[in-house]
């Protein structure tokens, strides 16, 4: 006659396996999380580097455009006195910084050029990254929003399990259920009962006693003569 206990402990089992499954894709959230917020922060970082790109050559603008200002200015200065100036010496220096001036502006005007070419493919370039940085930021919120919600739904599956798990045990003797247990809780991470295949332990593969699998044809649940995992075989 088949042992009583050997369905209660294979819906036991069943149980216990899926909440351990679940169990164990809970622990690999947090490194997904984690993963995520490190993608974001790069993706933050990406977008203000290149927004920062074409500050930095705006402020050089700028200062390009303070700089022929500043010359201009010195030079119209210089003009206006070079009218009030009686030594020729002095006029002629004058005259110089003006031509000096204007070479100087001359310069900066040409910088000036490459500066705008410049800054305007460094905004082209910014907007782009922005963009898409942005659609990836979306992307990545969405799964971690999603993964926040799965390790909710997975915990809250794991309680009730927890909570519905006496109920099931309840069906098992005793004795049984101490062994059982204790290969549950085993670090090898494998089903404590498992089914006689071919003349060999499911968990182990070694092949069991006659005796064993006399008892087993028998409907009992027998432990494994070589690893002492449970066994039962199907009987008709
Ligand atoms: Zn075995």
Do not use: W
Not at 41 to 63: G, P
Not at 165 to 192: F, H, S
Not at 220 to 226: L, P, S, T, V
Request: hydrophobic share 40%; proline share 2%.
């Amino acid at each position: 006659m088949t042992d009583p206990s050997l369905e209660a402990l294979l819906i036991l089992q069943e149980a216990d396996l899926r909440r351990k499954g679940m169990e164990q894709r809970l622990q690999l959230l947090p490194k997904e999380m984690d993963a995520i917020i490190a993608r974001r922060d790069k993706l933050n970082a990406a977008t203000a580097a290149a927004a920062d790109a074409v500050k930095k050559e705006e402020l050089a603008i700028k200062s390009s455009e303070a700089e022929i200002a500043r010359l201009t200015a010195d030079s119209q200065k210089l003009q206006q006195q070079s009218a009030l100036v009686k030594k020729n010496n002095e006029y002629q220096a004058m005259l110089a910084q003006i031509a000096d001036n204007k070479r100087k502006i001359g310069e900066i005007e040409e910088e000036l050029i490459l500066k705008l070419d410049l800054v305007a493919e460094l905004k082209e370039k910014a907007e782009k990254i922005k963009r898409s940085n942005a659609l990836e930021l979306r992307n990545a919120r969405t799964e971690f929003e999603e993964l926040l919600a799965f390790s909710k739904t997975v915990k809250a599956e794991i309680d009730q399990a927890l909570k519905d798990r006496p109920v099931l045990a309840a069906n098992v003797r005793d004795e049984l259920l101490t062994t059982y247990n204790r290969l549950l809780k085993g670090k090898d991470n494998t089903p404590p009962l498992t089914e006689l295949d071919n003349g060999c332990c499911g968990n182990c593969h070694m092949r069991v006693t006659l005796q064993t699998a006399n008892e087993l044809s028998k409907g009992k649940i027998e432990h494994c003569d070589n690893c002492q995992h449970l066994l039962y075989a199907k009987t008709e």
